[in-house]
């Protein structure tokens, strides 16, 4: 499943294709994706330019000029590709290999552009993805994004804001960041990596980072660091291979991400001068790898 840094990476292959196009016309090729397509989808958006796309949490999200924004997620197994006259493209690097077989296109943005005229082609072979629209204005009280917590890039996800959320809490480290109340989109894996480069245990009780006046401990300063860098720099490593890909022949391909702690049981820590091995354990039905030597 794309984590953040993909979508966001998504978001940044498309935005120089949809970002000022008209939407000439919008193709459904199925009634439904994991669940139905909205009511009157595309008469609802043809006519309509782009102004921008963004991004809350997973969800990309295509704002059209009248108000509109059309909210879609990837699911499982969901990309979008570029057609135009002289590139074809998917944005975000992905695992595995993304599917190109024609059957599982099931939504095409049709866009007219200064320049001419591009497809931006939604394919997805499991169908775990969906799309929904929604106005601006009930954004906020969306389902999916109501109770959602700060994106972990950028300032509002502090020390302080931690703080407040861990005060008083048994909760485990690892069970609260994956909690999309207190920060949204952060997913399994990057939890363990921040946890790593932080070197605070997945096992520590939330309370234990937070003072009994309420503030925040220095480790939990370096808590809140690290989930940011971690982000940002997993974003800044699909940008450049966004980029080095359309340089070279306009076809994207898929780059490995380097974890330090994520799927590497058994192998010997990276922290400099550790010696620990990294070690896995299952938290709520998830795998949590840490080392038990320099993360305490
Ligand atoms: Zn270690």
Known sequence: MPELPEVETV?????????????????????????????????RVEGRRIAA???RAKYLLIDLEDGATVIAHLGMSGSFRIEADAIEATPGAFHHERSKDEKHDHVIFHLQRPEGSARVIYNDPRR?????????????????????????????????????????RSQPLKSALLDQKVIAGLGNIYVCEALWRSHLSPTRKVSTMVTKAGKPKPELHLLADSIREV?????????????????????????????????????????EGCGGTVERIVQSGRSTFYCQRCQK
């Not at 919008?26 to 009634?31: D, G, N, T």
């Not at 994106?151 to 804001?161: I, Q």
């Open 11 to 43: 978001r940044r292959g498309l935005a120089p294709t949809m970002e000022g196009a008209l939407l000439q016309r919008l193709e459904l090729r199925r009634p439904d994706l994991r669940f139905p397509l909205p009511r009157d989808f595309a008469a």
């Open 53 to 55: 796309l963004s991004r």
């Open 128 to 168: 775990f993805g969906f799309m929904d629209l929604a106005t601006r204005a009930q954004l906020d009280i969306y389902p999916a994004f109501r109770d959602l917590g700060p994106e972990p890039v950028g300032n509002l996800l502090s020390a302080d804001y931690l703080a407040g959320r861990f005060l008083g």
């Open 231 to 271: 982000i940002a720099d997993a974003i800044l490593a699909g940008g450049s291979s966004l980029r080095d890909h359309i340089q070279a022949d306009g076809t994207l391909g898929y780059f490995q991400h380097s974890f330090r702690a994520y799927n590497r049981e058994g192998h010997a820590c990276l922290t």
